[in-house]
């Protein structure tokens, strides 16, 4: 006999956040296409591969956190640049003919080299940016193509030690405390320029140019990344050069403009040549108007931006994919459910999709998650979606999210639904850090405690009213979803214990904050 939901009801393991760096071999395959992923890949065929030169362009793909972008763009990694017998079965996910078939015609003649990078990579100075980019790209073309050498600034600096010995080892290093320390003789320093990062070649050319002078010309990183994907076609390796660069928001925290310029070269490379960039990062709201965001608006004329939304759809998706429901149509338990409580939501279903059976299905199977508690996740995710807050993790959170509710006996076999009241408790730390909320945190927390000694009911009606007011300035369209007026009240707990206690007869006990009426149950 079930005692929570639990029992019936099972999460799936959770993956916190998708690692473009630490991937299995299959898991950018669980990616579920929609209709957003099909715009995103078509747009991003359109920018690669398009022979216009006015479309042709570096991507840039941006959205708050825990929207799935990171996840989308390794799936277009991979459509793009794994072998075709690998991707084939998956192109079947895509929804679009026309887009299925313009993918599959493209895959069955080309083939682009990926290069991935996450975060900063020592990106800090124009030549450890430089170096960087050449290490990773040097990388993945030798565990790819072994015999290809690439010729870069940290194989300058071996030619030039092996041609140079005697001098390097009685005169460069013996001049500089920083070699001295770490290395005794030229194999070291070749050694260290063969595995090492961009610290220990500065190091080194440092040394040089301190002990004899400059013997190095600093590197065009566009140029060279042109050369190398001119090389990469040259020997038949792949058809072009992607660059795919995630966790770019805190590059652009480092960035200054000598930085920014060299993006926006190796982006306007992409115009006559076959390498490109392709950003992601969380979606900036807006440029600043000093120095910096005036050079970064300036960068991004350069690429075809891309703004990747949580939409409906896609979250219902996710959320329903967080958990199992062992033998879901013949459980009995479930069913049941459903018996129950669907024939109360149906009003609120057509009123939340305006009658869309795709997504009146999706959240349908959503249960014992409120319809309204599934509808407004779909909206919080690109509003107030942070690295510790997203839906995702909502949904697997053991102390206020779906997973903690599930594992309440409290909450089972007593008309208990996961109303939004939940909600409020689990992404209150990101109301607390918005300025418009501010009102709303303040009336919690004068009034929480009052509220609840009329009983917990009250207290969860009153965390929904203060979530609405707290997200409904955030919304631009659809607004008559998002006021606590009568109406929407008595649909966020139709079908919950809560929904009989609230009468046309409210209690204005409380303020009447910001021009919205705080209604109370009896």
């Given amino acids: ?104 015609n493209l895959r069955q003649k080309k083939r682009y080299f990926a290069v991935t990078l996450k975060g900063v990579e020592k990106a800090y100075d124009i030549p450890r940016f430089t170096l960087s980019l050449q290490r990773a790209v040097s990388a993945e073309l030798k565990s790819k193509a072994p015999d290809f050498v690439v010729a870069s600034d940290f194989t300058a600096a071996i030619n030039w030690i092996e041609s140079h010995r005697r001098i390097f080892e009685t005169e460069v290093i013996p001049n500089s405390e920083e070699l001295d320390d770490i290395i005794s003789t030229a194999d070291d320093a070749i050694g260290m320029l063969k595995t090492g990062g961009p ?84 979606r900036v709201e807006s440029q600043s108007s000093d120095t910096k965001g005036k050079d970064i608006t300036k960068m991004s004329d350069r690429f075809d931006e891309i703004e990747y939304r949580m939409d409906s759809l896609s979250t219902y998706l996710i959320m329903r994919h967080s958990y199992t429901i062992p033998g879901e149509e013949s459980n009995q338990l479930f069913q049941a459910l459903k018996t129950k409580v669907l024939p109360k939501v149906d009003n609120i279903l057509d009123f939340l999709t305006n009658g869309n059976p795709e997504q009146i299905g999706h959240i349908k199977s959503l249960l014992p998650l409120h319809p309204y508690t599934a509808f407004l996740c779909s909206e919080i995710s690109n509003y107030v979606g942070s690295s510790n807050r997203s839906v995702i993790k909502f949904m697997h959170d053991g102390d206020t999210g779906f997973k903690a509710f599930l594992n309440n006996e409290n909450n089972y076999g007593v008309e208990m639904l996961m109303t939004a009241d939940t909600l409020w408790d689990f992404f209150y730390p990101s109301f607390d850090n918005a300025p418009a909320s501010t009102t709303f945190i303040g009336m919690f927390t004068s009034y929480g405690d009052k509220v609840k000694a009329e009983s917990e009911d009250h207290l969860r009606v009153f965390k929904a009213i203060l979530l609405l007011n707290a997200l409904s300035p955030k919304f631009k369209k659809s607004i008559e979803l998002m006021i606590p007026n009568d109406k929407v009240i008595g649909y966020m707990f ?29």
């Avoid at 959205?63 to 991979?78: D, N, Q």
């Avoid at 139709?494 to 009896?522: E, F, P």
């Fill in 1 to 104: 006999m079930a005692t929570k939901y639990s029992d019936f009801i099972h999460l799936q393991n959770f993956l916190p956040v998708y690692d473009i760096l630490d991937e299995s071999s299959s898991s950018w395959q669980s990616f579920i296409p929609t209709t957003q992923f099909d715009e995103m890949l078509q747009r991003s065929l359109t920018a690669i591969t398009s022979t216009e030169i006015s479309k042709r362009k570096s991507v840039w793909v941006r959205g708050t956190f825990g929207t799935g972008k990171s996840h989308a763009s390794a799936v277009i990694k991979h459509l793009l640049c794994d072998n075709f017998d690998a991707i084939n079965s998956y192109i079947d996910n895509i929804k679009n003919p026309a887009l299925k078939a313009q993918l599959r």
């Fill in 199 to 282: 610290d220990f070649y500065i190091t080194v050319e440092k040394a040089i140019r301190e002990t004899i002078g400059s013997v190095f010309e600093q590197t065009s990183i566009s140029d060279w990344l042109a050369e190398v994907e001119k090389e990469i076609e040259h020997r038949g390796i792949a058809d072009g050069l992607i660059i795919f660069w995630d966790e770019f928001t805190s590059v652009m925290d480092t960035l200054k403009s000598d930085r920014i310029n060299v993006l926006q070269n190796i982006a306007e490379k992409s115009k006559n040549n076959n390498v490109f960039l392709f950003l992601i990062s969380h």
């Fill in 494 to 522: 139709a079908g919950d214990r809560v929904h009989d206690k609230i009468t046309d007869r409210h209690l204005y006990t409380l303020m009447y904050q910001t021009g919205n009426r705080m209604s109370y149950m009896q």
